[in-house]
């Protein structure tokens, strides 16, 4: 499989300008590496990480690239490298944290998947304090899961998933808005954010909306997502949101609302 595009583009891993990422094209970061420079050769194309050198990871990240294949769309291109998700996706972050290429309940990217209380691994059809297992009835009732929920019980990453699968800290979150550039596109026909690291992979999170009571409401327009970190009340928990013109990480929101869930491991 060779990933292809127009051959006036500028394709990170195209070094030899014939338009597509192919076995050719490994071939001769290799030979540059070691020091063996062709006429042809495109250095610009050929630092695939942008880290500012060309090195075998830049191998590894144009061989990444062929296996991904490719969509006439350019928003549509996850580094997965087929379609049997999850994947997990290595954003080049510095603590080493791989998102999911798909939410808690999808089968692609784009899929909303579930919605959870927070705490919850099972989504329902009514979200109120009345249906929250982790209350006696109401908000001021709230059962203590702990300062952090990754890797228990109450985590419906690990508990769906299985094996380093959790849901992602607030630090972890934090990581995601201070590292990764952010984008509000369209894959699929389904409006998101897309999240692009420091070595050039990026994830998509579509805006999936939340529920409460039995509404299913902001669909298209915002993306809330749980991370595993509670708040400073105990009825609250801490989340990412964004929408068509900002990304945010400091969100305090009731635990009794369905929200999307994204896991991560390392």
Known sequence: MAFSVNAQSTLKGDVNGD????VTDVTMIVEHVMGQHNSNFIVANADVNSDGGITVTDVAE????????HSDNPQDYLPCPDGNHPHM????????????CCNVGANKPEAFGGYYAWGETADKDVYLWSTYIHCDGDWDSCHDLGNDIAGTQFDVAHVKWGGSWKMPS???NSELFEKCTYEWTTRNGVEGGKFTGPNGESIFLPAAGNRNNDHLSLVGLNGLYWSSTSSFSAYLAR??????????INYNNFRNN???V????K
């Open 62 to 69: 144009a061989v990444n690239t062929i296996l991904a294949g």
């Open 19 to 22: 338009g597509e990422v192919n």
């Open 89 to 100: 996706i290595d954003l080049g972050l510095p603590s080493g944290t791989k998102w999911a």
């Open 258 to 260: 369905g929200f999307s």
């Open 239 to 248: 989340s990412l949101g964004f929408d068509s013109s900002s990304f945010g």
């Open 262 to 265: 994204r896991p991560v491991c």
């Open 170 to 172: 607030q630090d972890q």
